[in-house]
């Protein structure tokens, strides 16, 4: 099994930036790759980024390609989120997942993911 553990969110004013970070621990050798979502309240969790833990491959949901960036460390098991440009509408709560292969349907798909955080909070206010 794998747990993960997010950190970082919190209230920051538009414009302003939040480094996100979720840390795996357990069988962390069964992780393929790690991604974000996040999941506004009344609306889907919305895919965000995902990386693949070998390459450092990176694959992004087109609204937030630019102003998002994921990386990982490897030595460390964790993954990060650098979220710049903030706006109000990014406000959500952000969770980490890991998937433990190739995906086989959508890449953004949340069935993809076998693992899941409990989430951190991100409040962007105007």
């Known amino acids: 099994q794998v747990e993960l553990v997010e950190s970082g969110g919190g209230l920051v004013q538009a414009g302003g930036s939040l480094r996100l970070s979720c840390a795996a621990s357990?069988?962390?050798?069964?992780?393929?790759?790690m991604a974000w979502f996040r999941q506004a309240p009344g609306k889907e969790r919305e895919f965000v980024a995902r990386?693949?833990?070998?390459?450092?491959?990176?694959y992004y949901a087109d609204s937030l390609k630019g102003r998002f960036t994921i990386s990982r460390d490897n030595a460390k098991n964790t993954v990060y989120l650098q979220m710049n440009s903030l706006k109000p509408e990014d406000t959500a709560v952000y969770y980490c997942?890991?998937?433990?292969?190739?995906?086989?349907?959508?890449?953004?798909?949340?069935?993809?993911?076998?693992?899941w955080g409990q989430g951190t909070q991100v409040t962007v206010s105007s």
């Open positions: 997942a890991a998937a433990t292969r190739t995906y086989y349907g959508s890449i953004s798909s949340p069935d993809e993911y076998a693992y």
């Open positions: 357990g069988r962390t050798s069964s992780t393929y790759a």
């Open positions: 990386i693949r833990k070998s390459t450092g491959g990176t």
